[in-house]
């Protein structure tokens, strides 16, 4: 009897020195997290004090950014918003090789990167990097518009002027993942190695399409292509926006413009101007931190030439501007 209530005892023992040693335990480990903290959360870019316009909502169509070739600036853009943000320029290689082999234009390339990630998202939207987002309080799910395919900027209509479907910038626009848009993307790429133009092009002093050498040549190569796509098959609904409504074009840029291009200039320039930009400006609002203190900044300062283009330069202003042509497909109706 003795034996078995000191077998109980030492029992008992044991489980409470086993208790205890997992009491040490969680408090070893509440003490270890309290010393380093939770994870860090990941990092913003560099937004001062900023306060989003509108958070993305959860039933928010899935948007990428897609370049050939990946900037911080636009990497920050895509993970402040939480968009995807695809650097393509690895996954053309292939094709890029065989653009070069053929003499091809390597412009070209851009609707292929499209078509391999397009099936992946709702919308992509496509980002030249000669640009810069400066103003992070825009997001780019409030330019999609579920009514159309493909949205892009144009110039307005306008009398004895130039027909503004030849005059679209294809710096940056967004397009839908369907069929109707992969079938347009696949059309485009194939054109790079035609031996003839797809479509007889012939409007008045422009022509789209020369054969040069045996080979189809597009006035600004693919850009020239999707144009004389849309302007003969009508295979998407395309929605035409105004310059400064998510794009814009130095030195013809403003005050909060969402993106700023530079496409005409050279490289060092570019970098030069860019650097300018990216230092001087808040990005929170797209505005310039520039003080009297300051020295002047001239390369700053909008010098456009051609206000026609971008006197249309809110959402609300371009639909209305753009109505007309959205709504019949072509100026003049």
Not at 53 to 63: L, T
Not at 186 to 208: F, Q, R, V
Request: proline share 6%.
């Amino acid at each position: 009897r003795n034996y078995s209530a000191t077998m109980a005892f030492r029992a008992i023992h044991l489980l409470w020195l086993l208790a205890l040693l997992i009491a040490l335990e969680c408090m070893i480990i509440y003490l270890s997290s309290q010393e380093h903290g939770p994870p860090s959360p990941p990092k913003r870019p560099p937004i001062r004090h900023h306060h989003a316009s509108k958070s993305r909502s959860a039933d928010a169509p899935r948007i990428a950014i897609l370049t050939l070739h990946g900037h911080q600036n636009s990497k920050h853009y895509a993970s402040y918003w939480g968009y995807d943000h695809i650097d393509a320029s690895k996954s053309v290689q292939t094709a890029m090789a065989s653009l070069r082999r053929y003499n091809g234009d390597p412009s070209f390339i851009r609707s292929f990167a499209l078509l391999r990630f397009i099936s992946q998202y709702d919308w992509l939207f496509y980002h030249n990097t000669n640009s810069l987002f400066l103003n992070f309080s825009k997001p780019l799910h409030d330019y999609i518009d579920p009514h159309y395919d493909l949205i892009l900027t144009s110039s307005p209509c306008v009398k004895g002027g130039i027909d503004p479907e030849y005059n679209i910038d294809t710096n940056h626009f967004f397009i839908k993942n369907n069929k109707d848009s992969m079938n347009t993307l696949k059309s485009i790429w194939m054109m790079w190695n035609h031996t003839k133009c797809k479509y007889p092009e012939a409007e008045g002093d422009i022509n789209l399409c020369q054969v040069i050498n045996g080979h189809a040549s597009y006035r600004q190569g693919e850009t020239g292509a999707l144009t004389s796509v849309l302007k003969n098959s009508d295979p998407l609904r395309v929605k035409y926006t105004g310059y400064r409504t998510f794009n814009s074009l130095y030195p013809c840029h403003g005050k909060g413009d969402m993106i700023v291009s530079f496409p005409s200039l050279n490289g060092t320039e570019r970098r030069k101007i860019m650097h300018e930009f990216l230092e001087y400006t808040n990005i929170e609002d797209g505005s310039l931190n520039i003080t009297t203190d300051s020295p002047n900044h001239p390369l700053l300062e909008p010098t456009c030439k051609e206000p026609l283009k971008h006197h249309c330069h809110t959402k609300k202003m371009c639909d209305k501007q753009f109505s007309s042509r959205n709504k019949h497909g072509h100026c003049g109706h």
